[in-house]
């Protein structure tokens, strides 16, 4: 085999590793969010979050995923536009099964609605008996599959288009944009679902409450997945032009350089 159809190859598969492992962690993602999160009213921040938020005041009618789906399509688009073609497939990919899985496993796709994990009794007996505990395995789910998706340069679109548009554009930190966009999602929510009178068993406060703690377990997850256990990482970098590239990682990346 020729090198170069050899190195075609091994490419390919690694595309294909990408894509499952992509959608892998679109289904772990939308169990946390399907069987976990939605019954309990406990919203995850971003387009997630405002999509659990639309369902929570059709009456339940409206389904998540295919909520997600549609926010998410206009983003999608604005993203290409902004980033470029990179932004492309993983993404779409990546927010599509997503979308598809949560409907799926909440019986909303058509000819598909006897698959309905959310309530099977033990997951019914879990919210009624240890709440917290619930919104912890919802919590460890998304975060696992997120950071997944994460890890295989994928995205679910959402908060992350916002954040990544607004860093090129406006020099705006990531990390301020999620913070800003999920207090809005998870305050729109709370008010949503007083406004349906939902909250007879929790007060909308205690849900957002517990809403805020999902946020901190899964995008700490998500950091561990990516970047592991070790807080600091250091390369070794052998080259004829030690000064070129010293000034690169530093005024470009932002990186320490010795």
């Not at 990482?233 to 010795?258: C, F, L, N, W």
């Amino acid at each position: 085999m020729a090198p170069s159809t050899l190195a075609g190859t091994i490419a390919r598969k690694g595309l294909l590793r990408d894509y499952v492992a992509i959608m892998f962690g679109s289904f772990i993602m939308a169990v946390g969010i399907a069987v976990f999160l939605v019954d309990a009213k406990v919203v995850p921040g971003g387009v997630s979050g405002l999509s659990m938020a639309v369902h929570y005041l059709s009456g339940n009618k409206v389904p998540v995923g295919l909520t997600m789906w549609l926010f998410n399509i206009p983003l999608y688009i604005w993203g290409i536009r902004e980033l470029g073609k990179q932004f492309g497939v993983r993404t779409l990919v990546g927010f599509t099964t997503n979308a598809f899985f949560i409907d799926l496993l909440r019986g909303d796709v058509p000819g598909l609605g006897s698959i309905r994990l959310h309530e099977h009794p033990a997951i019914v007996h879990l919210r009624e008996s240890d709440f917290l505990f619930l919104i912890l395995i919802g919590s460890v789910l998304l975060g696992l599959g997120l950071g997944i998706i994460f890890k295989f340069r994928g995205t679910t679109a959402g908060s992350d288009v916002l954040a990544a548009v607004g860093q090129k554009r406006w020099g705006l930190k990531p990390g301020v944009v999620f913070m800003v966009v999920d207090s809005l999602v998870i305050t729109f929510a709370g008010f949503a679902i007083h406004l349906r009178g939902l909250d007879t068993e929790r007060p909308a406060l205690t849900l957002s409450l517990y809403a805020f703690f999902l946020l901190f377990v899964s995008s700490h997850l998500v950091d561990v997945i990516i970047d592991g256990f070790d807080y600091a990482r250091s390369a070794i970098i052998i080259s004829s032009k030690p000064e070129e590239i010293a000034h690169h990682v530093v005024e470009d990346m932002g990186r320490g350089a010795t």
